[in-house]
């Protein structure tokens, strides 16, 4: 491989057998030249023009974004390849470092940085959290700057779309906002706001995951016999009228229609939280909350 143009220290455009390529590598371009011969045993990745579209915002950005920046983003993604034991697509390079940038930027000029799903984030997705988490530790020793808990939690959503775009099933970000809405239409009925963070709150947004579930065909993986949704219905009467509610407003926000099986599943859970509450289980999160 013969070195082509240096975008940094860490990363150059090399001419491989008559292929155009970049290759990353820590000091690869130390002390090199154009034309020279890159050591095989520093490469680290390598990038194909399989997109060039997508190939261009990677050189472009590689020559212009901070190297401690790109080293970071690096250091991340390598970790979370390692703990999922998969290989990621190339968009992750681009996706995961453009954001960290201009989060870096935001937290510089101190413009505040709001994730309305962190607390669905937690909860769905604990292993791209816990990534996230480290990645809080990655950019705090790189760095040398604080991130806050909301952008640990877009950064677990970058890597659980990239891991999902590697073969991994799994939600994404609009299903995360419609648990979030559907968890909400869910207290309302009941009358309870669940303080974010308890475990009351994390087994309502895991139930209503498993509500959602359905396999590659897209048939549901937990739905009800027949017969019990009938005595159901009756006997959950109000609640279930409330679930309809709940499922019509998602129905006119994201066009997901609930069947009868997923209505009773809400309806169990309007109640089940409804009775806690007035049996003094479940408190509000204005009081000191569960």
Known sequence: MKIKKILNNNAVVVNDLGEEKIVMGSGIAFQKGKNDIIDPSLIEKVFIMDDPDQYGHLQEMLGTLPEEEITASEQIISYAERELEVTFNEHIHIALTDHLSFA??????????????????????????????????????????????????????????????????????????????????????????????????????????NILKSDETGKLLNELNPEIVRIAKERYTRAYLQAKEVGDQVEEDYGYTFIDSQLVFIAMEIDRICTRSMDGNILKSNNTGL
Do not use: C
């Not at 994730?115 to 990645?135: C, H, K, M, S, V």
């Open 104 to 209: 870096l930027e935001r937290i510089a000029k101190g413009t505040m940085i709001q994730n309305t799903l962190l607390d669905e984030i937690r909860i769905l997705y604990p292993r791209e959290f816990q990534i996230g988490q480290q990645a809080k530790n990655i950019i705090y020793e790189t760095l040398q700057v604080e991130i806050p808990e909301d952008e640990v939690g877009y950064i677990a959503m970058h890597i659980h779309t990239a891991w999902k775009n590697a073969g991994a099933h799994g939600t994404d970000a609009e299903m995360a906002a419609m648990i979030r809405d559907i968890a909400e239409g869910v207290e309302q009925a009941a009358g309870v706001t669940l303080k974010r963070g308890s475990a009351n709150y994390e087994r309502l947004v895991t139930q209503l995951e």
